[in-house]
C-alpha cells in the first residue's frame, strides 16, 4: 500500500473525535436506558450511533474521492438515508406487542436518536449531537417521572 491509499480527505484526528463522541453521546443515552432496565442498553446505543458515524464518515471520505474525478455525480444524502434506515431496522426490533400492549416503543426511538447522533457527529455538527444527546437524556428521564407521578403510568418503556 502506498501511502496514497490510505490519505482520507479529513485529517485523521478529526476522525478520531468524531467516532469517539459518537460511541460516549451513544453510552449517555444507553445508560439512562440502562438505569430503567430496558431492553437496550450501553452497548446498543454506542454501536448504533458509532455505526452512523462510521457511514457518514465514509460517505465524506467517497464525496470527496468521487468530487476528485471528473464529471462524477455524488449524492451524500443518500447516506443518511441508508443510516436511517438501517437504524430504524434495528430499533423496529425491539419493540413487541404482548397481550395487547406495545412495549419497546421508547427505546427503539432512542436508538433511533442514537443513529442521527451518529450521523451529526460524523459530519462534525457537534453542537447538534451533544444537544441531542442531553436533550434525550431530559426527555426520558423527566417526561418518564411526569408520566409516572402525574399520569399515573407505570412507565416501564
Partial sequence: MTSDTLRTALPEYV???????????????GFERELGNRPAGLRTHSLASMASAAFTL???????????????????L???????AGVAFIAA???I??????KGLTTGAAIWLAGAIGVACGIGY????????????????????FEEK????????
Fill in 15 to 29: 476522525i478520531v473525535i468524531r467516532m469517539l463522541l459518537a460511541i460516549v453521546l451513544g453510552a449517555v443515552i
Fill in 97 to 102: 406487542q404482548s397481550h395487547g400492549d406495545v
Fill in 78 to 84: 443518500r447516506i443518511v438515508d441508508a443510516v436511517t
Fill in 93 to 95: 426490533g425491539t419493540i
Fill in 58 to 76: 465514509i460517505m465524506i471520505e467517497i464525496f470527496h474521492e468521487v468530487q476528485s474525478m471528473q464529471g462524477s455525480p455524488a449524492d451524500p
Fill in 126 to 145: 457537534y453542537l447538534v449531537a451533544i444537544l441531542a444527546a442531553g436533550l434525550a437524556v431530559l426527555v426520558l428521564r423527566l417526561l418518564g417521572w
Fill in 150 to 157: 402525574w399520569l399515573g403510568k407505570d412507565v416501564e418503556d
